[in-house]
C-alpha cells in the first residue's frame, strides 16, 4: 500500500487550506484513514480519521470545529479540509490507513505515506 498526501503549503493564519492523500497498491477502501502531524521539536500527534464507510469519526480537540475529515471511496482519497488555520496548526502532516477508529481514537494503523508540510503565518 502507499499513500501519497499533498496540498500543503503556506497560508496566513485565519486561512483555510485542503488535503489530500491517495492511496494505491493492495489497498482496500476497508481500511480505515486518518491524519496525524508533527510539529518542530514534538512528538507526531493524531489530527483526524474516519472508518471506511465514514460512519465513525474522530478528531483531536485542538482541531474540533475547524478540521473536516472526509474521504472518496471511489478514488481512494482522504481529505482533511482545515480552516481557521493557527500558527500552532503549522507541522508536517501525515495520513495514515488500516487500524481501527472509534469516537475518540484511531490506532493500530498499519501504512504511512510521507508527509506535507503546512506552515501558517501569523
Known amino acids: 500500500v502507499q499513500l501519497q498526501a499533498y496540498g500543503g503549503g503556506l497560508v496566513q493564519a485565519g486561512g483555510s487550506l485542503r488535503l489530500s492523500c491517495d492511496a494505491s497498491?493492495?489497498?482496500?477502501?476497508?481500511?480505515?484513514m486518518g491524519w496525524f502531524r508533527q510539529a518542530p521539536g514534538k512528538e507526531r500527534e493524531f489530527v483526524a480519521a474516519?472508518?471506511?464507510?465514514?460512519?465513525?469519526?474522530a478528531y483531536a480537540d485542538s482541531v474540533k470545529g475547524r478540521f473536516t475529515i472526509f474521504r472518496d471511496n471511489a478514488k481512494n482519497t482522504v481529505y482533511l479540509q482545515m480552516n481557521s488555520l493557527k500558527p500552532e496548526d503549522t507541522a508536517v502532516y501525515y495520513c495514515?490507513?488500516?487500524?481501527?477508529?472509534?469516537?475518540?481514537?484511531?490506532?493500530?494503523?498499519?501504512?504511512w505515506g510521507k508527509g506535507t508540510l503546512v506552515t501558517v503565518s501569523s
Open positions: 495514515a490507513a488500516g487500524g481501527r477508529v472509534t469516537p475518540q481514537s484511531y490506532d493500530g494503523m498499519n501504512y
Open positions: 497498491g493492495r489497498f482496500s477502501s476497508y481500511y480505515a
Open positions: 474516519l472508518s471506511w464507510s465514514g460512519g465513525t469519526i
